[in-house]
């Protein structure tokens, strides 16, 4: 029989830096490929729970929808504590706020609870609720800012009204409320002794607005008046 050199037989050469170790070589990966699927799964998980959510709240929206209108015709009819609380056989603004929150009706409910609020002379209230709202249009949001300058200003907290009067002028600027929002803020500029911004308030209707109701003859003689009253300072 022949020996043979176990030594002289051909060994596979295992190039540098290649683990030899198969069960070392793949352990690496197997971590890297557990990261992979979790993070899969959180986002299969986060479009499912978005689909969810977005289903239930158009069909929250519609229920809201459906239940304001009693609420709205109590508000146009001055009946603000039918509005607010309901009338016994339908919800007030209130109880669909809490019923549907996150809808863009209840954002809406807010504008109307707010007003109501300003309507009974709960000042304090109708701010809390108006500063709650969030609108797009040009309307409802300088609206909104504008009723909280008359709390501020029924509250002889001239200072404050002014800053909301100035917010709803500047939003979204138009020929058609912008004017009556810097005439309130002018009015409240003066109650608090700031003549030289009641006087620009002016002027910017007399420039930006000519043809309003207010440009052609009410910020004129205003802005005389204050121009006046500036340089005998």
Avoid at 4 to 17: A, E, F, T
Avoid at 69 to 94: M, N, P, V
Avoid at 133 to 146: K, M, N, P, S, T
Wanted: one cysteine or more; a positive charge.
């Amino acid at each position: 029989m022949k020996i043979v050199d176990i030594n002289s037989i051909p060994r596979r050469v295992v190039p540098k830096g290649l683990n030899s170790d198969p069960k070392k070589a793949i352990a690496p990966i197997q971590p890297r490929k557990r990261i992979f699927y979790v993070i899969g799964f959180l986002a299969i998980s986060h479009l499912m729970a978005a689909s969810i959510w977005y289903t239930y709240q158009e069909k929250q929206e519609l229920a809201a929808q459906k239940e304001i209108f009693e609420a709205t015709y109590h508000f146009e009819s001055s009946d603000f504590d039918k509005a607010l609380e309901g009338d016994g056989t339908h919800k007030g603004f209130l109880a669909i706020i809490k019923q549907y929150p996150y809808t863009k009706t209840a954002n809406l409910a807010c504008f109307y609870v707010g007003s109501s609020y300003m309507h009974q002379k709960e000042y304090d209230k109708a701010i809390a609720f108006l500063k709650k709202v969030h609108f797009g249009d040009f309307i409802l949001q300088a609206r909104a800012w504008c009723i909280m300058g008359d709390a501020y200003s029924e509250q002889q907290d001239h200072k404050q009204a002014a800053v909301f009067y100035i917010k709803a002028a500047h939003y979204k600027e138009n020929s058609i409320y912008t004017p009556g929002y810097l005439v309130k803020a002018a009015i409240a500029f003066e109650a608090h002794n700031r003549y030289e911004d009641a006087y620009d308030c002016y002027q910017e209707i007399v420039k930006k607005y000519p043809k309003s109701q207010y440009g052609s003859d009410l910020a004129i003689k205003e802005a005389n008046r204050l121009s006046a009253l500036l340089l005998m300072d």
